[in-house]
């Protein structure tokens, strides 16, 4: 299984600043005959399911706020939010979905500071 | 707008059985691939299975925790996804929630349920 990996664990952040989360996978989830990376990023309100925010490592879903961008390609990936809002506090999981089964990184947490 | 809506979850002895539902509306659901995923305490998110259309087969593939124990099956005519859970443990405690299935990526989970709680425990 490929697993992914995530850190920080959690962190805290002004309202305003810049968010960093990053996640690696123990293989790469770059598919060379699409050129696509197979890495979703969700998040993860108390007492709410999952919710898409990227796929294919930088595409945001329809609906999600431009302050939420995903870059990296191969085994280094990375979530920014780059003002972070009240309404950002959650736990933000990525996932890869190219090798089977898909699997998720262990969350971070994002408080505000 | 996509509605998934699962039921049947509640307290199991080990070794125990349990059958889940997801009712499916705002797509095409006999169209759609599902899958489900659960959230386990202290282990995060976990697939668990997934089925295809019928039209494309309507194979299903699990994940090998629960291979040989679990069984999805859906009723297009109901708009309906099941997991059959037997042989239940203890590590099989936690959220489960239905998910539909990105058609352009067949293992990224673009829509969730709320989730239904399965507690196994003597």
């Known amino acids: 299984d490929i697993v992914m990996t995530q850190s920080p664990d959690s962190l805290a952040v002004s309202l305003g600043e810049r968010a960093t989360i990053n996640c690696k996978s123990s293989?790469?989830?770059?598919?060379?005959?699409?050129?696509?990376?197979?890495l979703a990023w969700f998040q993860q309100k108390p007492g709410q399911p999952p919710k898409l925010l990227i796929y294919?490592?930088?595409t945001r879903e329809s609906g999600v706020p431009d302050r939420f961008s995903g870059s990296g390609s191969g085994t280094d990936f990375t979530l920014t939010i780059s003002s972070l809002q009240a309404e950002d506090v959650a736990v933000y999981y990525c996932?890869?979905?190219?090798?089977?089964?898909?699997?998720f990184g262990q969350g971070t947490k994002v408080e505000i500071k | 707008e996509v509605q998934l809506v699962e039921s049947g979850g509640g307290l199991v002895k080990p070794g125990g059985s349990l059958r889940l539902s997801c009712a499916a509306s705002?797509?095409?659901?006999?169209?759609?691939?599902m899958s489900w995923v659960r959230q386990v305490p202290g282990k995060g998110l976990e697939w668990v299975g997934r089925?295809?259309?019928?039209?494309?087969?309507?194979?299903?593939d699990y994940a090998a925790p629960v291979k040989g124990r679990f069984t999805i099956s859906r009723d297009d005519s109901k708009n309906t996804l099941y997991l059959q859970m037997n042989s239940l443990k203890n590590e099989d405690t936690g959220v489960y929630y239905c998910?539909?299935?990105?058609?352009?990526?067949?293992?990224?989970?673009?829509?969730w349920g709320q989730g239904t709680l399965v507690t196994v425990s003597s």
């Open positions: 998910t539909t299935v990105q058609p352009t990526a067949t293992q990224l989970f673009d829509h």
């Open positions: 705002g797509f095409t659901f006999s169209n759609a691939w």
């Open positions: 089925i295809k259309s019928k039209t494309d087969g309507g194979a299903t």
């Open positions: 293989q790469t989830v770059l598919y060379s005959s699409n050129n696509r990376n197979y």
């Open positions: 294919w490592a930088s």
């Open positions: 996932q890869q979905y190219l090798g089977s089964p898909p699997t």
